[in-house]
Nanobody, 122 residues
Framework: QVQLVESGGGLVQAGDSLRLSCAPS??????LGWVRQAPGKEREFVAG????????DIADSVKGRFTISRDNGKNTVYLQMNSLKPEDTAIYYC?????????????????WGQGTQVTVSS
């Protein structure tokens, strides 16, 4: 069973930056990305990147502030979050799916991480 190991969450102030990392426990040629869930809100796709061609998909709510990248040699995906806002506060889950489309549009994914808390104070 593949595990997705996340790191990089924390407490920051509005306007600060954070970088999240996600590394599968074994080599995975799946699309990787991030989904977040804030208290009392539905789960929201944030960003994803494909394995095959490096295409990315970024949610409108974070476009221009968040970027996603992937180091295939390390089989690790990174979410760089800049200009953080209090509304970005959520648990961020790394997720993996066979395609970027299914990662971005599906509700159930092949693999999930344990989640990392990101809290942005105003």
């Amino acid at each position: 069973q593949v595990q997705l190991v996340e790191s990089g969450g924390g407490l920051v102030q509005a306007g600060d930056s954070l970088r999240l990392s996600c590394a599968p426990s074994s080599f995975l040629t799946y699309a990787l990305g991030w989904v977040r869930q804030a208290p009392g809100k539905e789960r929201e796709f944030v960003a994803g990147i494909s394995w095959s061609d490096g295409n990315t998909d970024i949610a409108d709510s974070v476009k221009g502030r968040f970027t996603i990248s992937r180091d295939n040699g390390k089989n690790t995906v990174y979410l760089q979050m800049n200009s953080l806002k209090p509304e970005d506060t959520a648990i961020y889950y790394c997720a993996a799916d066979p395609t970027l489309l299914s990662l971005a549009t599906g509700e159930r994914h092949a693999y999930w991480g344990q989640g990392t808390q990101v809290t942005v104070s105003s």
